[in-house]
C-alpha cells in the first residue's frame, strides 16, 4: 500500500501552531514510508474562510519547510484541493447515501431544534437528533422538497452496539452508538458538513492514513460508518495528543500565542519551531534534543509517541531557539538570519516612510525602529494609567479592541481604525482618548510614529499577542469576571452587526 497522509486545515484564522504539529508527523511519516504528503483546504465554511487566512496557511507551512507534494499550487490527479471547489462530489454522495436509504432529508426548524436541546437538557439526556425527519413517508419528502422547503441530509445512525475501530496509538476504541448523534452530512446551502467532505475527499485523495489530533476520536464512529455505507476501506486511523498549555488545558490563544506566524515575527528559526514541535512526540533517541526534519523522519517511530499532552512551554521554545544560534551560527550566518528575518530591504521598506518625516539624524531611526523588531515590549502599569477610565473600563477596552480584531477578516488601516473609533464609542469618548491605550500596548513607548500604520507593518498575529500581554500585565480576568466579560462582549458586538 503507498503511503499518503494530509493536512487539511481551515482558513478561518491565523495558521496555528496545533496545525503546524499535525502536519509535521503527516508529512515525517509519509517521508519516512517512502510516500507522499498532501495539503487541502477545507474551506466550506463560508462565512469564516478568507482568501488571506488560506494564504497565510500556506506561506507558515512553506516558511517552516513542510512543504506538500501535492495541494492548491501543486496540482495532482486528485485535485481541486479546495473543498469549495468539490460541492458537487459531495452532492453526488449525500443523494447516493438517500438512495441507498443510509441518510434522509430532515426539514426541521432552527427553533424545533433549539427546542429538543432544550428538553434534553432539562431531561439530563444526551444532546442529539431525535430522528424526527427520519420517518416522513416518500411521498411527504417528495412534496416537501418540491415546494423548496429548506433542509439538511442527516446520517442514519444505529441505535444499539457499538462503533469499534483501531487507532495506531491506542489500539482498539469503542464507542457506544447511543453516543453518536444523527450527522448532518449536508447543509441547507448546499456545502457539505466536515464529516462527509472529510470521508469522500480522504478516499478519492486515496489517503491511506488519517494522522488527526485526539480531539476527533468521539468523530471517528460517524467516518467508520460512513466508509461502510459507501464499501469503502477506511484508511489506518492515528490520532495525537493535543498540544497542550501549562496548565494542561488545549492550546489556546487565550494563554499561549499560537500563530505560527507570530513565533516567525518573534524571531524563532522555522528549523527550530520542528525540531520543538518534534520533541513535543516524545519518538526520538532520548536525549537528543537538536535535530533536523531529516533526522526526525528517519529514526522517529510514530506509534511510540506518547499519549501524556505535550505541554508548550515558550521559554523552552526560546531556549532551543538560542541554542541554534549560539551552536550553530557563526557571525556571518547570524548576520544572514538577521537580514532574513527583518533587516532586509522589502520589510525596511514597509517601515521607513513612517519614520522618515520624524527624524533629524540617522542615529534617531533606531529607537523609533524598535516597535518593529521586538516581540513583546516591556510594559509598566503606569502606562495605562487613564483620565477618563477607571482601571476595569480600561482591561474592558483593551480586551474589547482585541476581541475585534481577532474578528477582522481583512487587516488593513481602515478596519483597524473602525475597531477604535467603535470602541471609543462605546465609553463616549473620542477615538484620540482611546489612542493612548492602544499605542501603549502595542508600541511599548511614548513616542513612536503612528500606531494605526505601524499595526499593519507589524501585522495581526504580533499585534494581537502585545493586546494580551497588556492584559496579562494589568492581571487579566477571574474566572467569573471572564464569564461576564464574554457575555457583555457578545452583547456589544451583536449591537454592531444590526446597526
Known amino acids: 500500500m503507498s503511503v499518503r497522509t494530509r493536512v487539511a486545515p481551515s482558513p478561518t484564522g491565523d495558521p496555528h501552531v496545533g496545525t503546524a504539529y499535525i502536519a509535521l508527523f503527516n508529512r515525517a511519516f509519509a517521508k519516512q514510508q517512502g510516500g507522499e504528503f498532501l495539503l487541502r483546504i477545507e474551506d466550506t465554511d463560508q462565512l469564516r474562510s478568507t482568501p488571506e487566512s488560506e494564504a497565510a496557511i500556506m506561506q507558515a ?136 467532505a472529510n470521508v469522500v475527499d480522504d478516499h478519492l485523495m486515496e489517503i491511506s492514513h488519517v494522522i488527526r489530533g485526539e480531539e ?50 518573534l524571531g524563532v528559526l522555522p528549523e527550530v519551531l520542528l525540531n520543538y514541535l518534534g520533541l513535543m512526540g516524545g519518538t526520538m533517541p532520548e536525549d537528543q534534543e537538536l535535530f533536523s526534519f531529516e533526522q526526525m523522519a528517519e529514526q522517529f517511530r510514530l506509534d511510540n509517541m506518547t499519549l501524556g499532552g505535550p505541554v508548550f512551554d515558550l ?37 521607513l516612510p513612517l519614520l522618515q518625516q520624524r527624524i533629524e539624524t540617522l542615529s534617531d531611526v533606531a ?74 500596548a502595542i508600541m511599548g513607548t511614548s513616542a513612536s510614529v503612528s500606531v494605526l500604520e505601524a499595526m499593519v507593518v507589524i501585522g495581526p498575529d504580533l499585534c494581537r499577542a502585545r493586546l494580551r500581554h497588556a492584559l496579562e500585565l494589568l492581571g487579566g480576568w477571574s474566572k467569573k469576571q471572564a464569564k461576564q466579560i464574554e457575555k457583555d462582549y457578545q452583547l456589544w458586538s451583536a449591537s454592531l452587526e444590526t446597526a
Open 367 to 440: 529607537p523609533l525602529m524598535l516597535p518593529f523588531v521586538t516581540g513583546l515590549p516591556s510594559l509598566q502599569s503606569e502606562q495605562f494609567v487613564h483620565k477618563k477610565l477607571d482601571e476595569q473600563q480600561v482591561k474592558e477596552a483593551l480586551q474589547f479592541m482585541l476581541w475585534r480584531l481577532e474578528s477582522q477578516r481583512h487587516w488593513h488601516k481602515d478596519a483597524i481604525l473602525n475597531v477604535v473609533t467603535q470602541t471609543a464609542q462605546r465609553y463616549e469618548l473620542k477615538m484620540r482618548d482611546m489612542m493612548p491605550l492602544l499605542f501603549a
Open 315 to 351: 521559554q523552552k521554545l526560546q531556549w532551543l531557539n538560542g541554542r541554534y544560534l549560539r551552536e550553530q551560527h557563526n557571525p556571518e550566518q547570524l548576520l544572514a538570519r538577521l537580514h532574513d528575518w527583518a533587516f532586509n530591504s522589502p520589510h525596511a521598506l514597509q517601515i
Open 61 to 196: 507551512l512553506t516558511w517552516l519547510g513542510l512543504d506538500w507534494d501535492e495541494g492548491p499550487g501543486k496540482e495532482g490527479s486528485k485535485g481541486p484541493y479546495r473543498q469549495s471547489e468539490r460541492s458537487a462530489l459531495y452532492q453526488q454522495h449525500a443523494k447516493q447515501l438517500v438512495d441507498q436509504g443510509h441518510a434522509f432529508h430532515c426539514f426541521c426548524s432552527e427553533q424545533r431544534l433549539n427546542d429538543l436541546r432544550e428538553r434534553q437538557r432539562e431531561a439530563g439526556e444526551s444532546i442529539g437528533y431525535d430522528g424526527h425527519c427520519m420517518h416522513l413517508s416518500p411521498q411527504e419528502v417528495a412534496s416537501k422538497l418540491a415546494a423548496g422547503e429548506a433542509n439538511v441530509v442527516r446520517m442514519k445512525v444505529p441505535t444499539e452496539g457499538e462503533a469499534v475501530f483501531n487507532d495506531m496509538l491506542r489500539g482498539e476504541i469503542r464507542i457506544p452508538w447511543a453516543q453518536v448523534d444523527m450527522q448532518v452530512l449536508l447543509k441547507s446551502d448546499g456545502l457539505p458538513s466536515y464529516h462527509l
Open 216 to 265: 476527533w476520536i468521539s468523530s471517528t464512529p460517524k467516518h467508520v460508518l460512513l466508509y461502510q455505507y459507501f464499501d469503502w476501506q477506511p484508511p489506518v486511523f492515528c490520532h495525537l495528543p493535543l498540544l497542550r498549555n501549562a496548565d494542561k488545558s488545549k492550546l489556546s490563544k487565550r494563554k499561549n500565542p499560537t500563530s505560527i506566524l507570530y513565533y516567525q515575527k
